[in-house]
């Protein structure tokens, strides 16, 4: 998909459809996958505004947002997402069943998908995500959001090093939380590690990396991956494998 407006032109696949059919007919070859995690960043402003002639960048607001829904699950169906609705369940509050560990088991998600929702600098446009349904009832994504609010459930970290403990705290409390190996190419450049294994120790669920194979334009021999033949790792923080 587009990351920036005017230079991801050459995009594997231009329309979101596009994309999501090719993950679900590869879904439909495997369909014991482990859950995926599909990140969407909504960008309703372009970076590249201020140049001459740059692309004017479509806004998102509340048909945006309908729309990226109902591709969703034009593709998918409801049965092959995790969605908020079906976290929250009988409880008052997404948050509240986030907080009584409400999730799926790993077996119970196998074959599906969690969609992601976080937006670029000012988080005003998603707004018009949660509103009129403040525990997102009948969207097809979680939220970024920061714990207390009604619909809170998944939270972005990307600090492993300084926020540590405010990750491990967040795991223990039932939320799903993101962070990142590497920020921009620092880590790449210099080969370090460090953020890394802050990542993995600190028991977010989902560590984003832009260096998952070798070799990088850098030289060294910086990647981010899990071991060969394994499709996820027990959480250190929450979970009862080798115990």
């Not at 969690?114 to 009948?138: K, W």
């Not at 070799?215 to 990647?223: A, L, V, W």
Request: proline share 5%; net charge neutral; with cysteine.
């Amino acid at each position: 998909m587009l990351h920036v407006a005017d230079l991801d032109f050459r995009s594997n696949c231009n329309l979101f459809s596009t994309c999501l059919t090719e993950m679900a007919q590869w879904s439909a070859k495997n369909p014991d996958h482990a859950p995926i995690f599909v990140m969407l960043e909504a960008k309703g402003r372009s970076s590249m505004g201020d140049l001459p002639r740059a692309t004017k960048v479509l806004p998102f607001e509340k048909t945006a947002y309908a729309e990226m829904d109902a591709t969703i699950e034009q593709v998918f169906g409801k049965d092959k997402v995790i969605m908020p609705d079906d976290i929250r369940g009988d409880y008052a509050t997404l948050e509240s069943a986030v907080k009584a560990q409400n999730w799926p088991t790993l077996a119970n998600s196998k074959g599906k998908f969690i969609f992601l929702l976080i937006a670029a600098g000012d988080t005003s446009d998603l707004a018009h995500y949660v509103q009129g349904r403040p525990n997102l009832e009948g969207r097809m994504a979680f939220l970024r959001s920061q714990p207390c609010l009604s619909h809170s459930a998944f939270v972005l970290m990307d600090n492993a090093i300084v926020r540590q403990q405010e990750i491990k705290d967040l795991v223990k409390q039932g939320y799903l939380v993101r962070t990142r190996s590497d920020i921009e190419t620092y880590e790449a450049k210099v080969n370090d590690m460090s953020r890394a294994k802050a990542a993995f120790s600190s028991g977010a669920h989902i560590i984003s990396t832009d260096f998952y194979k070798a070799g990088n334009p850098y030289g060294t021999d910086y990647k981010v991956s899990l071991p060969e033949g394994v499709d996820y790792l027990c959480n250190p923080i929450n979970s009862n494998c080798g115990k």
